[in-house]
């Protein structure tokens, strides 16, 4: 890969060659019954090194850029490189489009190559203004390797975790909820889903939650029956929940 990128001078990489490099990675060895890979995380990968060793040698010959950033267009597309997320942006503020970001641990991102399947965040690689002006940022998704970073849109494609529910919380999940449910298939990953019908048990003391949740997959529009352990809850429901949950009790 890094011999592929010593002698490109553009900024975009043929697509022939991002289709030759992912079909040779998609057959390794290492990688059977494995995703294959795609164009895209190929020509991702090319872009992070670009920016990365550009980053690099700037900062060993020159003082930080201004606040304004790098500016990196070709061909009348202009982009604007922030350089890496530090951890000190977490406590920065932020308007419009371009949101507030804290620990890349506590997101959860949309990969692109999984039909839109969520994926907890490992680290935020760097960032930029794309062309609609939103924030985009390069993310290494927990459990892949760096190569298989790519650019999301943070106003679109990130997120706070979701959270597991425990056998209390059952009764927080309500039909019409949107929770992220895991689906087991092809390209199994954990998918938006809309709660249509729930199946309420009694909950012995100890005992795991019994009730059946029928989900319906946003992606795809397929439907299942699932247990509460495939479920996770958005934040802001379960925090709604307890907080409900409060105020009953007092």
């Given at each position: 890969m890094e011999e592929k990128l010593k002698p490109r001078t553009t900024s975009h990489p043929d697509r022939v060659l991002m289709r030759e490099l992912a079909l040779k990675f998609s057959e390794s060895r290492g990688r059977v019954g494995t995703t294959p890979v795609t164009p895209k995380q190929v020509l991702n990968w090319f872009r992070y090194r670009r920016y990365y060793k550009s980053n690099k040698k700037a900062a060993a010959t020159k003082a930080p850029p201004p606040a304004t950033g790098i500016q990196a267009g070709q061909?009348?597309?202009e982009l604007t490189v922030i350089g890496p997320v530090r951890r000190q942006d977490a406590g920065s503020s932020s308007t419009g489009n371009n949101p507030r970001l804290g620990d890349p641990t506590s997101y959860e991102?949309?990969?692109?190559a999984c039909d839109g399947a969520?994926?907890?965040v490992d680290d935020f690689l760097t960032r930029r203004?794309?062309?609609?002006?939103?924030?985009e940022v390069m993310v290494h998704y927990s459990r892949f390797e760096v190569e298989?970073?790519?650019w999301i849109n943070a106003r679109t494609s990130l997120r706070q975790r979701s959270l597991p529910c425990n056998t209390k919380e059952c009764e927080?999940?309500?039909p019409r909820d949107t929770v992220l449910c895991y689906k087991l298939s092809e390209q199994s990953g954990r998918y938006d889903a809309i709660v249509d019908r729930i199946i309420r048990k009694v909950h012995d003391s100890g005992a795991p939650c019994d009730c059946r949740f029928l989900v319906r997959y946003v992606h795809d529009r397929s439907e299942e029956y699932v247990a509460l352990r495939k479920l996770c809850l958005r934040p802001e429901m379960l925090r709604a929940w307890h907080e409900q949950q409060n105020e009953t009790n007092n």
């Open positions: 061909q009348g597309r991102a949309k990969k692109s969520w994926y907890d203004l794309g062309e609609s002006g939103d924030l298989e970073a790519e927080a999940v309500k």
